[in-house]
């Protein structure tokens, strides 16, 4: 196929250094790379070679396949008790009149508003507060499958889960136990910022530790239950911290199996008191890419948001390993604009992303959260009737 005679001839290149041929030849073979391997493809700055590698190793999981979903998001608060440095979005509790704090009926209300929409998914995350607790989101998330059993909801961070289940005085397990039954049925990646302890206190101590997100997921795992994987790359963090943090999500994805995606999230300067710090390149968004498809040779996916790094960068990130490109709009607007997204106020209509993905040479697959094909685009017409409104 043509991917692989482009890495069988990449190989061949005599202008290699001896550490990319091996590497090369790892990925050609299905051999893991290594922590070392990692650090000096980032180091390296082979912007073609990493283009290749990565392109090789998604096509082998994907094919041509770029997945999108369609769904909404529903942020409970944008007031926090934590106080991240690199954070755009919250207000602390000092600033409360700035923010806003729904209630159950406020959050409902939202799910409504998508009546007769073709969402399939409903993804709640938000600010830290004593209200929203464990009884809160039990009642929360059964309301929402009453009014609608087949509306999948992503839910929560480790962040929020481990206040909550603290609060309560519950251990992991029982909490996922109460949450399942109410209705949740997948976890988001969120939380995760950077797992070495040193930079993770820095830059946003106090939540939960990396042991404590990792141990999370690992619980909702083991429950049989599938959640996302993120790492904030960009600000303070070495190559080497990269390459650790994608060591231990693979360390668990090799024990659980229960990761489905690995979304890299870049680290946005505007609004936070990390201001100071300029932004990497879309370059260092690139090789961020290529590197987490090439390292986590067991997650089944990797997923770049349009509405973080623009629609240019996400269709050119298509090259660079990325299969999933999300989709949604009205979800993103407040917290990347907020951090200076380049996409400050997002609107791509369904049609308009089915048409950048094949402007990209790949397949426009819709989607579900657990990738069940809702319609392929490769083969279908859209239809206009059934497109949901994703304008902001």
């Avoid at 101590?205 to 083991?222: A, V």
């Avoid at 990738?371 to 994703?390: C, I, K, R, W």
């Amino acid at each position: 196929m043509e991917h692989q005679n482009a890495l069988k001839s990449l190989i061949e290149d005599p202008n290699l250094q001896p550490q990319e041929v091996h590497i090369a030849h790892a990925v050609l073979f299905g051999k893991r790379i290594s922590m070392e391997d990692a650090i000096f493809l980032f180091e390296a700055d082979n912007l073609p070679f990493l283009s290749v590698l990565a392109d090789f190793v998604r096509k082998e999981k994907n094919g041509l396949h770029t997945y999108f979903n369609r769904n909404f998001h529903i942020e409970p608060t944008n007031v926090c008790i934590y106080d991240c440095k690199f954070c755009s979005y919250s207000r602390k509790i000092k600033k409360r009149s700035e923010g806003w704090e729904y209630t159950a009926d406020d959050m409902l209300n939202i799910v409504k508003s998508y009546d007769g929409k073709p969402v399939t998914e409903v993804h709640i995350v938000g600010g830290v507060l004593p209200q929203y607790d464990l009884e809160f989101y039990e009642n929360l998330f059964a309301r929402i499958k009453a009014h609608r059993p087949d509306l999948h909801i992503k839910a929560l961070t480790p962040v929020e889960f481990h206040y909550i289940f603290k609060k309560a005085k519950v251990s992991y397990k029982e909490g996922l136990e109460r949450l399942i039954r109410a209705g949740l049925d997948s976890v988001p990646g969120g939380g995760a910022e950077i797992f070495d302890e040193a930079i993770r206190d820095e830059i946003a101590g106090g939540k939960c530790s990396s042991e404590e997100w990792l141990e999370l997921h690992r619980t909702l795992h083991h429950l049989g239950h599938r959640s996302n994987a993120t790492m904030l790359y960009g600000h303070i963090e070495t190559y080497a911290h990269r390459a650790d943090h994608l060591n231990r999500l693979r360390k668990l994805q090799d024990e659980t199996e229960g990761f489905q995606t690995f979304i890299p999230l870049k680290f946005r300067n505007e609004n936070n008191e990390m201001s100071h710090l300029p932004e990497v390149s879309v370059i260092e968004d690139l090789k961020m890419y290529a590197i987490s498809r090439i390292f986590l040779d067991n997650f089944q996916h990797i997923k770049a948001y349009w509405p973080m790094i623009g629609r240019s960068t996400a269709q050119l990130s298509l090259s660079f390993g990325v299969d999933d490109i999300d989709g949604t709009i009205d979800d993103t607007t407040k917290i990347y604009s907020m951090a200076g997204s380049e996409e400050q106020n997002p609107a791509l209509s369904t049609p308009e992303l089915i048409d950048m993905i094949k402007r990209g040479g790949y397949q426009p697959i819709e989607r579900d959260t657990l990738y069940h094909v809702v319609h392929d685009y490769s083969v279908e017409e859209f239809v206009p009737e059934a497109d949901t409104s994703l304008k902001s």
